[in-house]
């Protein structure tokens, strides 16, 4: 059965740093995109970025860019996001996705986990 689990959210400052962490099982990690998804309160998913099979190769949305870095380790099926200068408007629900973005922000169709809180406030 396929399972994302995310991990390494909480409450943070602006302009400071958090690491996110999706471990995933039970489907071939390495051969899928995946991607991050997040989601505030009474606002509908946003995609945030795309890594392509090996790593090589990642896409982000404008809001996230240059902030942002996504990544993985098929050998430890893991998906990450490092976030830099963190700003209020990131505060949301964080997902991990299988899929790009058409198929991330699917929450049954990019099998969402259960997601990490990122709060950013002073």
């Known amino acids: 059965q396929v399972q994302l689990v995310e991990s390494g959210g909480g409450l943070v400052q602006p302009g400071g740093s958090l690491r996110l962490s999706c471990a995933a099982s039970?489907?071939?990690?390495?051969?899928?995109?995946m991607s991050w998804v997040r989601q505030a309160p009474g606002k509908g998913p946003e995609w945030v970025a795309t890594?392509?099979?090996?790593?090589?190769?990642?896409l982000y949305a404008d809001s996230v860019k240059g902030r942002f870095t996504i990544s993985r380790d098929n050998a430890k099926n893991t998906l990450y996001l490092q976030m830099n200068s963190l700003k209020p408007e990131d505060t949301a629900l964080y997902f991990c996705?299988?899929?790009?973005?058409?198929?991330?922000?699917?929450?049954?169709?990019?099998?969402w986990g259960q997601g990490t809180q990122v709060t950013v406030s002073s």
């Open positions: 996705a299988r899929g790009p973005p058409s198929i991330a922000t699917v929450p049954s169709r990019g099998s």
């Open positions: 039970g489907f071939t990690f390495s051969g899928h995109y």
């Open positions: 890594i392509s099979l090996s790593g090589t190769s990642t």
